[in-house]
Each structure stands twice: as C-alpha cells, then as structure tokens.
C-alpha cells in the first residue's frame, strides 16, 4: 500500500505517538542515603549499605515502616526484596496514619512456607486480609526465599494489581482509599528472631500513562471486589448478577409470605438489615427468600453481625416442608458470634460455628485471620456445582463437602434435619437470609449460575 505522508509528517506522527507511551520512571530511592523517607510506627532500624535500604528488626518492637515523605495515587510501583530469613514484611501503599500508626492497603511479603502468600494483599490496621492467595493458589509459588525478588504494584482508580517476579498474584477491586504514601515494614517480633533483617533496593515509581504500561491480567486470576452492591466488567463478564439492588425488595419475598415482609427488614444506605426481636429463630418478620430456585451457582456476600447475634444464610431452601414455627428448611452457612452466643459450644465440635455447615461439618480449624468478630464486614462465598459444595469465609475455604455422598448422607441420618427426606440433595432451590432474632446486615450479594 502507498504510504501518502511526506517524510517529515511521518516523522512527527512517529515522535507524538512514541512521547504518549514512553515510559518516565522516577526512583524513590537514590541508593546513598534515606532521603525522603521517614520511619514511622515501631523503633526498627534502617540502614544503607551498597545501594541497598537494610531493615533490622528490634525484638517487642511494633511494626516499623520506613515511609515515603510524599504521597502517591495512580502508579506503578517496582522494587527488589531480599529476604534472608523467614520474617514477614510488606511494601504499603496508599497509606496513611493513624496517629502514628500506619494503616493502608500492603502487599504482603510472607516467607511461611504453610502459607506462602506474598503478593497478596492486606489491609494494616484496618480490615486485615481483603486478597489472601488461598484465591490464587498459582501465586503462592511466585516468591523465594533467601534471593532477590521483584514486586510489582499497580494502581489505577480502584483497580490494584500485585506481581511477583512477574507473575500476577492478587487482583483487588476497591474504593476505599485512593491516595497515600509508600512503606517498607519491619515486622514486629520475638525474641527468638533477634537479628533478623530485610533489604530493599531499585525502588521506582512511574505515574503517568498507568493504564498504558499495565501488565496484562492472568486471565486464571480471580478478581476480589469490595465495591457496595455494584458489579465489576470482570463479573459481568464472567457471569454475575446482583441478588439484591441495593435499594429495592425486587427478586425476595417472605420465606411463608407471598410478599416481602411488612416490617423487620429494613434497607437504608445500600445495607440489607433484619432488625432484632427477641433471639428467637423466626419469630419476628421471618426469613426472607429469592423469589427463584437455584442448583449450580456460586453466591457471594458480606454480612455484619452485632455482637453476641446468630443467622444463616440457607440454601436449597423448601419452605414448603416448615409451615409452622422456626425457620424455612435447607442447608446453611452458619452466621454466628463464636465467642458470645452459645450455640457455638452446642452441636458436635464445633458444627455450629461461623462458616461452618450447620450442625452437619465444622468449619476448617479457625484462623485469626477468618474470624473478624461482631461489628465488621466479613464475606461469605458458597459454590454449588453438581453436587459439591463449598463454603468460604473472607475468602479462605473452610467446608466442602458432596451433598450426594453417603458420608452426608450419614451425618444428615444423625443431625435435627433427618426428618427431611433426601435433606440437601434436592435438585436446586431458594436461597435465604436468616431471621433469628438478632440484628445482621447484609450487603454486596450476587451470583452466578454455572
């Protein structure tokens, strides 16, 4: 094809397009001294030697982070990390403080070998982990021990990508905070990591054409969103709808009423609340159900209880088989303050806790991590696909189980729900949101049909 632009035309063109994508890093890090950074938090020393940013860690010392004295918001941050020993760190960004405590989104740099979830993301002092690698289980293997590793932050708006050693670790979607500076931690420790250290070096920062010069998305990487009620492109994409609006009683009714209950539930900022009774099971406005039945799906919300409160959230639901009192029957995700209600202690080790599958499968050995308490959002994720099942809480998998097996079909023959025949191996069915008698809210639910 005749090319019809003169030589200097062609040339100009050329140059305005190169000048839009060129890439301007800036280093944060001048590889002689700590200019420009400041330590905040604990009393851990930091050093430079040979270009590189040394961290001691100080025995009983808080979390120490040596921070950028200016902020950031959209970027792409690169940098090396050296760990010697097995002392967890993380690099923060879009942080801020709290007194003189540091609070931020981090990616975490985690050399426990059980665990392994460098490049995920943690929110320091704040809502702790929002994308463990128990979502992305080929991450886990991206960070090693005792060499140099390349970390890679991405942020643009609400959209926060890690990588390590250039594999794509989390991918985080949230709008909780978009603008704060960057930090190196020390991790507090004891006595018995006296001398353990971390390095740091070719730290650089780029700020301009971010959505140009991202990495293109492991399309195995599951993308966590924090939005309120809001769906991502990604979700769209792969299949997601919002179970409740945010703003309306569409797509629910009464699990024994033809109508969504007159009073009792409430909706009000985008939250979903059943207000509290007399902690009875149902025996104020009563559960609430979807108005349509589902057999393979994967559902996700976050629920916040008040302290000492029990729910559920049930599925595979016939609320024809209980028409009298108590709640609709199907299996259930259990919502429950371990440490204050005492339904925690009933049941058999533990088959009535939060996450587990109620008085059926005890939820995996409890992490700190899991169990955020009364008063804070958590998530709840259940996957349904023929025939197994999955519980998860705050993304970490704590029950599966195949409801066709006949180990279920022995712990159904020996718990509350063996009246029911074939209990839990229905074909599909309703899904629900527990009423008993203490005040849950409920946000963010959505599913997918697979």
Request: include cysteine; hydrophobic fraction near 35%; proline fraction near 4%.
């Amino acid at each position: 094809m005749k090319n019809n632009l003169t030589p200097p035309l062609l040339i100009l063109l050329l140059c305005v397009t190169y000048s839009s994508k060129s890439q301007t890093w800036n280093s944060l890090f001048n590889g002689k001294n700590l200019d420009g950074w400041e330590v905040k938090g604990g009393t851990a020393l930091f050093d430079v030697k040979d270009g590189e940013i040394i961290g001691k860690a100080v025995v009983n010392s808080p979390n120490t982070f040596l921070c950028t004295k200016e902020n950031f918001t959209d970027f792409i941050l690169e940098l090396e990390v050296f760990l010697p020993n097995d002392m967890n760190s993380g690099v923060q960004f879009r942080s801020n403080l709290d007194g003189n405590r540091v609070i931020g989104y981090q990616a975490e740099i985690d050399p426990d070998g059980r665990r392994a979830w460098t490049g995920g993301i943690y929110d320091e002092g704040r809502r702790n982990w929002l994308y463990p690698l128990s979502r992305n289980e080929k991450g886990r293997s991206a960070f090693q021990l005792g060499r140099w590793n390349r970390i890679r932050i991405e942020c643009l708006g609400n959209d926060i990508r890690t990588y390590i050693n250039d594999i794509h670790t989390s991918w985080l979607i949230d709008d909780m905070t978009h603008e704060g500076f960057f930090g190196l931690q020390v991790h507090s420790i004891g006595p018995d990591k006296e001398g353990y250290s971390v390095r740091w070096k070719n730290i650089n920062v780029l700020t301009e054409n971010i959505r140009v010069f991202r990495n293109t998305p492991d399309p195995d990487v599951t993308q966590i969103s924090y939005l309120k009620n809001e769906l991502t492109e990604w979700e769209k994409n792969k299949g997601f709808r919002l179970l409740w609006d945010g703003e309306t009683t569409n797509g629910w009714r009464g699990a024994k009423l033809d109508r969504f209950p007159k009073s009792g539930w409430t909706i009000q900022d985008g939250i979903l609340t059943i207000e509290a009774t007399d902690g009875g099971e149902s025996t104020g406005p009563g559960d609430i159900v979807t108005t349509r039945n589902y057999g393979n799906f994967e559902l996700e919300l976050e629920f916040r209880f008040t302290e000492g409160a029990n729910s559920g959230i049930k599925y595979f639901v016939d609320p024809s088989l209980n028409q009298g009192a108590g709640s609709a029957i199907g299996c259930e995700f259990q919502i429950l303050d371990d440490q204050l209600h005492p339904d925690a202690k009933k049941g058999v080790e533990g088959n009535r806790t939060l996450g587990s599958l109620y008085d059926l499968i005890a939820k995996d050995p409890p992490s700190k991590w899991r169990l955020k308490g009364p008063n804070r959002w958590q998530k709840a994720r259940i996957v349904s696909k023929d025939g197994q099942v999955e519980h998860w809480l705050n993304n970490e998998l704590v029950v599966t189980y195949d409801r066709y097996s006949q180990m279920f079909d022995a712990l159904v023959n020996y718990s509350k729900y063996q009246k029911w025949e074939h209990f839990g191996r229905w074909p599909e069915g309703l899904i629900l949101l527990q009423d008993h008698g203490d005040e849950v809210n409920f946000r963010s639910i959505k599913i997918r049909e697979l």
